[in-house]
């Protein structure tokens, strides 16, 4: 048994080493190590800050001079605060600077009101039309008015579901309402830009990176067609059963090791030059209209969760494509029809509601949180990720069964 597990684990550290000898693999390994840092800047480059002379700077020392104005007005957003953020805001309207038609002059009006401009944002958001952001609409809301935000949201909600723009079941419209209605208020603020920054980036971050992973994984099963060593490694004593194993472990070792490692660096690199502050705030600060009652970390985990089923279904397929077609090429091309292909479909009219279901919506559920995704099953609304996780990480679990038997009863040519 042990001489079994030695010669196993041998064969896992002789499968990877396979991988990562390649040079393919090694110009992979470093376009992703590129992507990571390309990515990180054009992240960090989100958050800008306007001094008071109305001279612009973005990324790391932005982030700094923002956190500290932003956090002046930390704190629960309850009816008092509102109504201050509308009398601080009618204060430097009437000011000099901000009744000049200069862009220097705006700009400069503009750095008085950034530190509350996420508050002001909110009201904005809860007195505008549901399809329409009317970025003065707080100019006309009075103090009292002000108050009524959250109530506001839950009424702006209620009229959209029955001006009929869209097509609601009755389940679906009673979900979306208690969903509003349940969402704890008032909400506390702090400085968010960094989790804001990261979580509006990172789903094109782990589609790239789910693309070279499926990349890497892709010649796992079809090398030893190619290379005509396939009568060896059949023929071989424990071939077609360990051998196959170590194939699989490597592959499902490199998906997993790889997309996490990348994730974390992405993510500290971002938030340890934006800030983590703003973690436990509502997501509602930057969706106000999302259904999803979580904080800005329940969300990441949310997405990264998702990335992380959706970049294993692909990389799985993907070696599944090449045990059974011996074919590396087809094998790179499967992640990007999952996951760059597929979403064209949901331009196609007749399809709007399985398109919400396909693969690569595992990597865009920042988009699914901020739009109304649903699902209805045996009369039963709930959101669309509770659907899609379990069944793609079951369709995972599936597959490797089926990609391990595939390639035990393949036959050397």
Known sequence: ?????????????????????????????????????????????????????????????????????????????????????????????????????????????????????????????????????????????????????????????????????????????????????????PFYYEYIDGWSALLQNISTFLLMLALVIGFLVSGIFSEEFQTKADAILFSAKLGRNQAVRAKIEAGFLITTVFYFAFVFLYTMIVLFALGFDGAGCPIQLDLWRSSYNITFLQGYFLIVCGGYIGTLFAATVSMLASAALRSTTVAVIVPFIILCAFPFLSRIVTLPQICAFFPDQLLEVYIGIKEFGLAELCGKAMSAVTVIFPAYAAACLVLLPVLYFVYRRAEAR
Do not use: H, P
Not at 42 to 60: H, K, P, W
Not at 109 to 128: E, R
């Open 1 to 185: 048994m042990l001489r079994f597990g030695m010669w196993g684990m041998n064969m896992l550290r002789f499968e990877l080493k396979k991988v990562f000898l390649k040079s393919r693999n090694k110009i992979a390994l470093l376009v992703l190590a590129l992507m990571l840092i390309a990515t990180s800047i054009l992240t960090m480059s989100r958050v800008e800050y306007i001094d008071a002379d109305g001279n612009r700077t973005s990324g790391i020392a932005a982030a700094q001079d923002l956190r500290v104005e932003k956090n002046e007005w930390a704190g629960y957003l309850t009816e008092d605060v509102l109504a201050e953020v509308v009398a601080e805001n009618e204060r430097i309207n009437r000011s000099q600077g901000s009744l000049v038609a200069d862009s220097e002059q705006e700009d400069r009006a503009y750095a008085q009101k950034q530190g509350m401009s996420d508050i002001v944002t909110l009201i904005n958001s809860a007195f505008s039309e549901w399809r329409d952001y009317n970025y003065y609409a707080i100019d006309s809301v009075s103090a009292e008015e002000a108050g009524m935000v959250y109530e506001k949201r839950i009424a702006a909600l209620k009229g959209y579901l029955d001006s009929g723009e869209e097509c609601f079941t009755e389940a679906q419209r009673e979900f979306l309402v208690q969903r509003y209605e349940s969402l704890q208020t």
